[in-house]
């Protein structure tokens, strides 16, 4: 199967600061990724979804200018949290997809927590 | 009234027990539908697709209801590794073929 990788797996930052998770696919061209996010006891929420080259589409109620993604290449999306608050603590998951296989695969996610 | 409603448990089952999980979807033009396992604080993994004729996997079968708008999934024979959290997931049909998720049923399977 097709392997997605996150980085960093986890991560503690101070209020106020920007965080930035890295999402790979490692063995096949991602020409679209997916950012969720999850929070305890909650379902996977999606933020983004992000084509390579072009702009992401945000979902409703996600702001784009505190998410910011970059899907440089067909390989690598980032996901910068920036002036974080404590409310953005979450679990964030990536997830690539190919242009002729509908499913997605999943990174391992990266769990922010922001003091 | 979320997209994608389960009962989020925790169904408590022994094991060598058969437990179902239900799930209903509320926009008619879902496309596509699964079950995904996620285990605590990891990324969801696919369990299987889901079609309309019904389908089986080992010790899993799926079936969904379009006309009711209803997923199940069933599990034979519980086994201690198969405590989890159970996503019913829709695809939607748009441009980019999103997923959406149930908040999950948690499962635990105990000896």
């Known amino acids: 199967g097709a392997v997605v990788s996150q980085h960093p797996s986890w991560v503690i930052c101070k209020s106020g600061t920007s965080v930035k998770i890295e999402c790979r696919s490692l063995d096949f061209q991602a020409t679209t990724m997916f950012w969720y996010r999850q929070f305890p006891k909650q379902s996977l929420m999606l933020m983004a979804t992000?084509?390579?080259?072009?702009?992401?589409?945000?979902e409703q109620g996600v702001e784009k200018d505190k998410f910011l993604i970059n899907h440089a290449s067909l390989t690598l999306s980032t996901l910068t949290v920036t002036s974080a608050h404590p409310e953005d603590s979450s679990f964030y998951i990536c997830s690539g997809g190919r242009d002729s296989v509908y499913e997605q695969y999943f990174g391992p996610g990266t769990r922010l927590t922001v003091t | 009234r979320k997209e994608v409603e389960q009962d989020p448990g925790p169904f408590n089952v022994p094991e060598g027990a058969t437990v179902a999980f239900n799930c209903t979807y509320s926009n008619s033009a879902s496309q596509s539908f699964f079950w995904y396992r996620q285990d605590c604080r990891k990324e969801p993994k696919l369990l299987m697709s889901v079609y309309s004729s019904g389908n089986e996997d080992g010790r899993f079968t799926a079936q969904l209801n379009r006309a009711s708008q209803y997923i199940s999934l069933l599990i034979r024979d519980s086994k201690l590794s198969d405590s989890a959290t159970y996503l019913c997931?829709?695809?939607?049909?748009?441009?980019?073929?999103?997923?959406?998720f149930g908040t999950g049923t948690r499962l635990l399977v105990s000896p």
């Open positions: 992000s084509n390579e080259g072009s702009k992401a589409t945000y």
């Open positions: 997931v829709v695809r939607m049909n748009t441009g980019f073929q999103k997923l959406v």
